[in-house]
């Protein structure tokens, strides 16, 4: 049986990157998971089997043996994933009883084409899944905060809101208050604050 979820304890915000995978405040300090794009390891080893592959007559025997040599990557890198996320997650909960995530809307960051591979390889979707399941089996809780929340564009000290931030831009200083701000580490905080907020 699950354990009531309680939501007395340590809350955590969590801004999900590219650059670095997870940036985690915990009210206290900030600490960062590195991303280690796997997929992109694997691509030469990926691309020179599948190329093996195109060449084979359909339907030979010698193109069933190429079509799982590309599956074997393919679990590799799906299992070296799941194993980093799954240790990620784990890590998380066991220091959080409140996990705050952004309700991100992957399907639609995968249109674009730039981000596409990176952002299906970092596989988000499935590390919130993690979390969720984790918590629910020690009585935590899962926030999902709004998307159009702007955790980015907001300064954690006096709440001012720029008007406009770009995805290059990776630190800012408050205008107002004048306070210096990493962007993944002030996002994180004010997902913290809002989950907070939600609760």
């Not at 309680?6 to 206290?28: C, N, Q, R, S, Y």
């Not at 691509?43 to 190329?51: I, M, Y």
């Not at 979390?131 to 702007?150: A, M, N, Q, S, T």
Request: glycine residues 6%.
């Amino acid at each position: 049986e699950e354990p009531k979820p309680l939501t007395e304890g340590k809350v955590a915000g969590i801004d999900l990157g590219i650059k670095d995978f997870a940036i985690v405040h915990d009210g206290e300090k900030c600490s960062k998971f590195p991303n280690p794009r796997y997929l992109s390891k694997h691509e030469r080893n990926l691309k020179r089997k599948q190329r093996k592959l195109a060449r084979k007559q359909k339907g030979s025997q010698s193109r069933n043996k190429a079509r799982k040599l590309v599956a074997k990557v393919h679990e590799r890198v799906s299992n070296t994933r799941q194993d980093y996320l799954h240790k990620v997650s784990r890590k998380i909960v066991d220091n959080n009883q409140v996990v705050v995530v952004e309700n991100l809307n992957i399907k639609g960051m995968v249109r674009n084409h730039k981000l596409a591979k990176a952002i299906s390889d970092v596989s988000w979707g499935m590390f919130v899944n993690f979390l969720d399941y984790k918590l629910k089996e020690k009585g935590g809780v899962l926030v999902e905060i709004d998307r159009w929340f702007p955790s980015s564009k907001l300064c954690s000290h006096c709440h001012y809101e720029l008007e406009s931030l770009t995805l290059d831009v990776r630190e800012w200083t408050c205008p107002k208050c004048g306070t210096h701000h990493d962007r993944d580490e002030n996002a994180s905080a004010n997902i913290r604050a809002e989950g907070i907020r939600v609760l």
